[in-house]
């Protein structure tokens, strides 16, 4: 079953392009196919996001799937977590950290704190979160100690640029 929007899914529109998600039914559950897993997963509403927004860095601005991956686990104070998405540079460090939220979650500083703990053992340049409806990128100045968000999600040519001023 391929699904465009979210209608066969039972999943609303997101304020992402379309994309077409491969989606199966398996033991009584929906499962969407992940191709930075490559493997089927369950559908929930925060992984419908996730597809989305995969599928939008890859093919609206163009980041290499390559650098991408799903489900990242990284270890916090003797923790095991994992990030939604990270995003690595040609050298494979760390370059972007994507969180998500279901399309019903609104989008809080305690989001964003969870991103910014993250990042304390990444050391990522940009922090990315979004629930399907909006997203919200910042950029990390390590040599300032500082961050500032942007007003969108840059280009991966732009990103690569190092004249830009992202």
Do not use: W
Not at 7 to 12: F, I, Q, R, V, Y
Not at 92 to 108: N, W
Not at 127 to 153: E, K
């Amino acid at each position: 079953m391929q699904e465009n929007n979210g209608e066969s899914s039972g999943m609303p529109p997101l304020n992402l392009p379309p994309v077409g998600l491969r989606i199966r039914r398996e033991d009584g559950l929906v499962k969407v196919f992940d191709q930075l897993r490559g493997k089927y997963v369950n559908l929930t509403p925060e992984e419908y996001v996730r597809q989305h927004f995969v599928a939008y860095l890859a093919e609206r601005l163009h980041y290499p799937v390559s650098l991408m991956a799903n489900e990242v686990a990284i270890r916090l104070n003797d923790t095991s977590k994992r990030c939604d998405t990270v995003v690595f540079d040609a050298s494979g460090g760390p370059f972007m950290i994507v969180e998500y939220k279901a399309p019903s979650v609104k989008i809080t500083q305690s989001v964003f704190d969870q991103i910014v703990r993250y990042n304390m053992r990444l050391h990522a340049r940009y922090l990315v979160v979004s629930n399907g409806f909006q997203h919200y990128c910042c950029v990390v100045d390590y040599s300032r100690d500082t961050y500032h968000f942007i007003p969108r999600i840059p280009d991966y040519a732009d990103v690569c640029n190092p004249f830009s001023d992202n």
